[in-house]
């Protein structure tokens, strides 16, 4: 009799302990599940400021561009002026020390 207790003990011991491994392969799954999904949500989160960012980004250049060509047209129509107020000896397209002349002459 004493021997069967012993035994039956024995083995509730071993249930529990089995149990309690078993919990905690539980929690650390959940808990893996849930560090997932909180990383999933934060890769997403990157992702979309990314992509905000980009868009940022690449409306920054089509501006920056869009001035360059203005500027670029300005800076043509004015070595234009020059040109003719130079009497027509410079052309229209005039580039470095030719612009200071024609400016120089204007």
Known sequence: RRAAAI????QRAEV????RRVDEARR???????????LGQLQQEEGER??????ELEAQLAAAEAELRRSEE???????ELAAA?????????R???????????
């Open 7 to 10: 035994e039956a003990s024995r």
């Open 16 to 19: 529990e302990r089995e149990r």
């Open 28 to 38: 650390a799954a959940q808990n893996g599940a849930e560090e997932a999904a909180l």
């Open 50 to 55: 990314a992509r905000a960012l980009c868009a």
């Open 74 to 80: 300005e800076n043509l129509s004015l070595a234009s």
């Open 86 to 94: 130079a009497g027509g000896r410079a052309s229209p397209h005039l």
């Open 96 to 106: 470095g020390s030719e612009l200071d002349d024609a400016a120089q002459a204007f």
